[in-house]
């Protein structure tokens, strides 16, 4: 790709629908206490099923999520990249809008896993996109930048429960508008998505070859097809149109190893990222501060989730890939286990900025690496299914996280969380090849 600006476009307007998949996907922990104080949402173990209330609503998300990566993502295979995410966006809209109105802790759980499934395959068929869109040289800072505008929705959803909780605004609970905002925000991104093109390299693997040309054509700056130009500097050469391939092609001997190395990263993973994302109101909480200051000290600690990935992304293609998700992990092991025995606000926040940081670096550099490890002809299908099991892990890790907050306290948590970073450099350390710099055929060959 000799520019740059037509790629970053594209990302851009993607990323703009994941933003508010994000909104959904960090509303747990800031929407709980809401939830709690209209009565649909019990404290402790007074919940469904003899459990937290708020760990049934993480499950259902987890849940939903595990659903539609595992079993729909395929369909961007199938079906396209486009079509897919378009879809997937207005339903979640739809289901989250309909969870605004609910009147009880089972209706919101059942529309949670609804709306789960369409942020299941949003996310992943985004990844995809992302990935082959962008130039080989800047395919960390793209998933970076990826990162950076979708988690503007974190700040965005913990400031509207922060203030619109303890109201209700026309009668209507303030719980209700975070939702519907977060449901209208999405009909609007998929107004403005609609123009996106399809990913050339998935046309070409369905052998449309003259609709990913024109594509490549605009995003190049060349002319149309018939009025002669020279071949860019560098250019590599397309391959021949290959049939989708089916999800047990990931566990031939070619990709075998990378799969497990991923099932393995994706479990533990999830429980550092949604461990703490998840969960810090009620871990502030926990150092003996009072819900409305807990969701206060959150707000503050969810504003740096955008800006961790805007200043890697200066770095984000100097190292390597996997070298970078080492890195993060060993971080939030460190700063969890530091945040769990403060107690003064200007430190919590100020080590949860940290864990947001790591755990930011660690997001965008992994969702490049994984979708960076299969080919176009399965790769919506293969990460859709590595992927699943970070949602599945968190489905059992939300009960296990509530257990141990009740009995242990933070430091329990964070423990368990510094285990589970533990594992993750284990698997990516040992398993896992190096991606950083190459083109997307040289690291699936």
Known sequence: MPRAWPAWKLIVLVSLGGCFEFYDLMMTAYISPGLVKAGLFHDGKAGLFGQSDQATFAAATFLGLFIGTVVFARVADRFGRRAIFTASLVWYALATLAMSAAQSAV???????????????????????????APARLRGRAFAINQAIQFTAVPLVAFACWRLLPLTPFGIA?????????????????????????????????????????????????????????????????????????????FSPAYRVRTLMLVIFNIFQAIGFYGFGNWA??????????????????????????????????????FERKTQIIAAALTTAVLGLTFAG????????????????????????????????????????????VYAWSRISTVFSSFIIAALLSGMGAPGVFVFIALAMLVVVAAVGLLGPRTSGLALEQVSA
């Open 174 to 250: 303030g719980w209700r508008w975070v939702m519907i905002l977060g449901a209208s925000g999405a009909a609007l991104v998929w107004v403005i998505r609609a123009r996106l093109p399809e990913s050339p390299r998935w046309l070409e693997r369905q052998g449309r070859h003259a609709e990913a040309d024109a594509i490549l054509r605009r995003m190049e700056g060349r002319p149309p097809a018939g009025q002669g130009e020279a071949v860019p500097a560098g250019a590599v050469a397309g391959t021949a149109p290959v049939a989708s391939a089916r999800l047990a092609e990931a």
């Open 342 to 385: 403060q107690t003064a606000p200007a430190i919590l926040i100020a080590l949860g900025i940290g864990v947001t940081f790591s755990n930011n670096l660690l997001s965008y550099a992994y969702h490049a690496y994984q979708t960076e490890l299969y080919p176009t002809r399965m790769r919506a299908s293969a990460v859709g299914f």
């Open 281 to 318: 109101p009620s871990l502030i909480a926990a150092r003996g501060h009072s819900v409305t200051h807990s969701l206060g000290y959150a707000f503050a600690i969810a504003a740096a989730y955008p800006l961790g990935p805007l200043l890697c992304s200066v770095l984000a293609d100097r």
């Open 107 to 133: 209706q919101l759980d059942m529309l949670r896993l609804i709306a789960g499934i369409g942020i299941g395959v949003e996310l992943v068929t985004i990844d995809s996109y992302v990935a082959e869109i």
